[in-house]
């Protein structure tokens, strides 16, 4: 069965430095999603991406952020200066049919 | 704006005996999809069941089930015969059907534990 791969599963960082998170989504899917979870709270949106731009983006997703798919298959979020607030599970994920795949996800610590 | 309640955030059942979980979501729109997926503590989200606003049948996937009442703008989650590896956490989640983005609104969650 087709899935959604992350990686890495694990990162950690020093606070100031870039980081890019990568994914593989479903291949015959066309949108694609990053959320993130903070420990103990809920599931957030970050930014949709579809036919090869941002759809819509919430207001976490500040210029700090950016999301790209660089060859057709891996879609990746890079934070380009990590903030201590930064540490949270990031989740991957991809639609068919208004139905979502998640990723793994990549937990993130900012040191 | 669009938001899905969790009012529930901790629940607990016996192995075996059945839970219903509680979920209340606000919109304007008729068209929407409504789901309820499960992170367990390997943090991976998986999707358990999915309901279309327009279908009046109740979803069900084996031991899980739902009851949606639209009008109540209600959709809880039932599930029978619980098993130890339900413990996890649950997530009610909303998608607007006349979205071009097709995003998904999260409630808070709520923490099962399924006791032996």
């Known amino acids: 069965e087709p899935e959604v791969t992350q990686t890495p599963s694990h990162q950690v960082t020093q606070m100031g430095q870039e980081v890019i998170l990568r994914c593989v989504p479903i291949?015959?899917?066309?949108?694609f999603y990053w959320y993130r979870q903070i420990l103990g709270q809920k599931v957030e949106f970050l930014v949709s991406f579809y036919n090869n731009e941002i759809s819509e983006k919430s207001e976490i997703f500040d210029d700090q952020f950016s999301v790209e798919r660089p060859d057709g298959s891996n879609f990746t979020l890079k934070i380009r200066s990590t903030k201590l607030e930064d540490s949270a599970m990031y989740f991957c994920?991809?639609?068919?049919?208004?139905?979502?795949?998640f990723g793994p996800g990549t937990r993130l610590t900012v040191l | 704006a669009q938001t899905v309640t969790q009012s529930q955030p901790e629940m607990s059942v016996q192995e075996a005996e059945t839970v219903t979980l509680s979920c209340t979501y606000d919109t304007s729109e008729s068209n929407y999809y409504l789901f309820w997926y499960k992170q367990p503590p390997s943090r991976q989200m998986i999707l358990v069941i999915r309901q279309e606003a327009y279908k009046q049948q109740n979803a069900t996937e084996n031991r899980f089930s739902v009851n949606f009442q639209k009008a109540a703008k209600s959709f809880s989650l039932k599930i029978s015969d619980s098993q130890l590896g339900d413990t996890a956490m649950y997530f009610c989640a909303f998608i607007d059907g006349s979205s071009n983005t097709g995003k998904l609104i999260f409630g808070q969650g709520t923490t099962l534990q399924v006791k032996p």
């Open positions: 291949s015959n899917h066309l949108y």
């Open positions: 994920a991809s639609d068919g049919r208004n139905e979502q795949f």
